[in-house]
């Protein structure tokens, strides 16, 4: 049954039938009259209780009689729960806009359309989250109406505050896409516009336009019929986040162009110079409060920009937002970010010089966060401009409220590669000032320096501070120690360091021994190289398998090929397998009779044993190895290469 909808007769009467609990109630009610409010919250319990027991008529009836209450006694809250139950326990049926409408049409007459605005504020919110999606609309189009019946009764209305919370038509509009209702959310959008009273600077926000932007991406509707000044900005950041960034910044660039036209407007003559600035800022001044390019816009343009590598117009909208002022950590930090990226010290140099600029103005209201001079001072490292570094680190040291952390010692240790070890231990001496001492990248960093120059002495001084701090060295350490050792011939020292990796439980790697063994023969020659098994041994110590590839891929390398064989077939034995790409490359450096002889006579020895099923070589490896054998006139040992391919099951060898 409808709704009774004369809510301002002054008595009311019962509806015959109505449960005798719902009767007493009611009663109890009707004995207050124009009560005041300390009975309110028993008419909410009354109508819940009535539409419990299925008595929509007594609850409708209790509507009206709270309704009666004088103007004084209403209550926002009483009737926002009231109203919200009867639509909750009405929503199983069919939503009656008339019905509801003509409720709030008689509550209007008795209270004002301010007081049904204030109180719709919370009953939307409500539908929208128990997903009463057909009710919230109705009542939100309702409310809006309202604008100009409150203008003409209320007085001092402040016209900049919207009747709905931006919010909240954002919120309903959340709620209706993910139930993907794509359609009915660009009709309320739709509708929600053409009123004469919506302001979209006050009655809507992003969140709204991301949803109106995605259901028109969903159903491939033209967005352009919803982009209205506030939402260049959700669009921009809606095809960033769906990865249409070619559309973000056509977005961009046409609020840019708007923005133009407007400001050029009416800019011809007639004018005194003075009268025609004055003009020109006051338009400016108005097409910032009606087109806002804010920084959450200006980044998202930019990030668009370097998606597409257009970093033209990335440095042009980066000084588009901070010309308008405003640029704050997210806009400075992402041009610091392209900077570092993309090793742009120039452009750098004129974001820093915004940044410092934007500091002096605020006078310590903001301040560039530490992780954004650290961007910059990696920049500065990876492009040699180690005096722009120091002064940015000097602008650091000057402002109490930044506090440096490892990130910017390691930095600013890259920046000192190339100063001299005093300086480098002065910077240090800076750190510790802040009561930061070097971690393990940083040492590293150092040892790293040491390691460029040699410096046996300071490295050694590194590794006995990180004891004294508690860092626990890697395999990068160990590496870098051994290097510097090896760098002067000192063997002893290189297997002084191994024996030190073996006691902590720390491996050797490939590169480990590539780095050893190559300042080995840079220092001492190939000799010397041979000469670390032996010390080795003599400290009984294993010989890890990263030292027979490493010294094979030298030996490999400068064509030392019988003594090269012989590692190689001293690695098998100790269970370590060569591969087809080191025995093939062994094989073609190969240059005379007596080194191809021994070459297919270890070949022979890796062949003998159980074979696998599988075979082991690549069938390349033994047609090469004929055709070579063939080129030095070695025919016997062809038949012989034949036998150990068809024994290691390649029965398709090709001769």
Not at 77 to 93: E, G, N, Y
Not at 107 to 136: D, H, T
Not at 531 to 551: K, M, Q, T, W
Not at 599 to 618: I, K, N, W
């Amino acid at each position: 049954m409808a709704l009774p909808t004369s809510l301002d007769n002054n008595k009311l009467t019962l509806a015959v039938g109505a449960s005798i609990g719902l009767d007493t109630i009611a009663t109890s009610i009707s004995q207050t009259g124009d009560g005041g409010e300390n009975h309110l919250g028993h008419h909410r319990s009354g109508v819940a209780l009535a539409l419990e027991i299925k008595d929509e008529r007594g609850a409708a009836e209790l509507l009206g009689l709270v309704a009666s209450f004088a103007r004084d006694n209403a209550s926002e809250p009483v009737w926002t729960d009231l109203l919200f139950t009867v639509l909750r326990q009405r929503s199983s049926r069919i939503f009656r806009t008339e019905e509801v409408q003509e409720l709030l049409d008689q509550l209007k007459k008795r209270y004002g359309p301010q007081f049904v605005a204030k109180v719709l504020i919370e009953v939307v919110n409500g539908c929208a989250n128990i997903k009463m999606l057909v009710a919230a609309q109705e009542l939100l189009l309702y409310q809006q109406t309202l604008w100009s019946e409150i203008c003409e009764t209320e007085w001092g209305l402040n016209s900049q505050e919207p009747l709905m919370p931006p919010s909240i038509v954002g919120h309903l509009m959340t709620k209706m896409t993910q139930k993907k209702k794509y359609k009915q959310v660009l009709e309320l959008a739709t509708e929600y516009f053409a009123s004469a009273e919506f302001d979209a600077a006050r009655d809507f926000q992003q969140q709204g336009f991301l949803k109106l932007f995605e259901a028109s991406v969903k159903i491939q509707h033209n967005p352009r019929k919803v982009l209205l000044e506030r939402g260049f900005g959700a669009a921009i950041q809606c095809c960033v986040t769906l990865e249409e960034f070619s559309l973000a910044l056509h977005c961009y660039q046409t609020m840019e162009s708007i923005r133009e036209r407007l400001v050029d407007r009416g800019n011809g003559g007639g004018f005194e110079t003075k009268d025609r600035l004055e003009d020109a800022n006051e338009r400016v001044r108005i097409v910032d409060e009606v087109l806002p390019a804010d920084e959450n816009m200006c980044v998202n343009a930019m990030k668009a920009c370097m998606a597409l590598k257009n970093f033209p117009t990335f440095k042009n909208v980066f000084r588009g937002m901070v010309a308008r002022g405003a640029a704050r950590s997210a806009g400075f930090g992402l041009g610091i970010r392209y900077c570092h990226k993309h090793l742009d010290p120039t452009f750098l140099d004129e974001v820093l010089d915004a940044v410092f600029l934007m500091e002096q103005e605020l006078a310590g209201a903001w301040m560039l966060e530490v992780e954004n001079y650290n961007d910059a001072l990696g920049c500065f490292a990876a492009t040699n401009r180690s005096d722009q570094a120091k002064e940015l680190f000097s602008h650091m040291l000057n402002n109490p409220f930044i506090v440096p952390d490892h990130i910017t010692m390691l930095e600013m240790v890259e920046n000192h590669r190339d100063a001299t070890i005093e300086e480098i231990f002065s910077l240090m001496d800076d750190f510790l000032e802040w009561r930061l001492a070097p971690n393990l990248q940083v040492f590293t960093s150092l040892l790293s320096i040491c390691m460029r120059r040699r410096l046996v002495g300071n490295a050694v001084a590194l590794i006995d501070a990180m004891k004294n701090h508690d860092v626990v060295p890697d395999v990068k350490v160990f590496t870098t120690i051994a290097f510097i050792h090896a760098s002067h011939g000192d063997l002893k020292a290189v297997v002084g360091v191994l024996r030190d990796m073996a006691s902590q439980g720390i491996a050797t790697d490939r590169l480990f021994f590539d780095y050893v063994i190559n300042a080995l023969y840079g220092a001492c020659g190939i000799d010397m190289c041979f000469s670390l098994f032996r010390e080795l041994s003599e400290d009984h110590l294993a010989i890890p398998e990263g030292l027979y590839v490493s010294l094979v891929d030298l030996g490999t390398k400068i064509g030392l090929i019988e003594r090269t064989l012989h590692v190689a077939y001293n690695m098998e034995c100790e269970g370590f397998q060569l591969c087809s790409e080191q025995l093939h490359e062994l094989m073609i450096r190969c240059h005379s009779y007596d080194e191809i002889a021994e070459f297919v006579r270890t070949f022979s020895l890796l062949h003998q044993g159980l074979q696998p099923e599988t075979p082991r070589f690549e069938i390349e490896l033994y047609e090469d190895l004929i055709s070579m054998l063939t080129q030095f006139n070695c025919k016997s040992e062809v038949t012989k290469v034949e036998e150990l391919a068809r024994a290691a099951g390649h029965d398709d060898l090709i001769v």
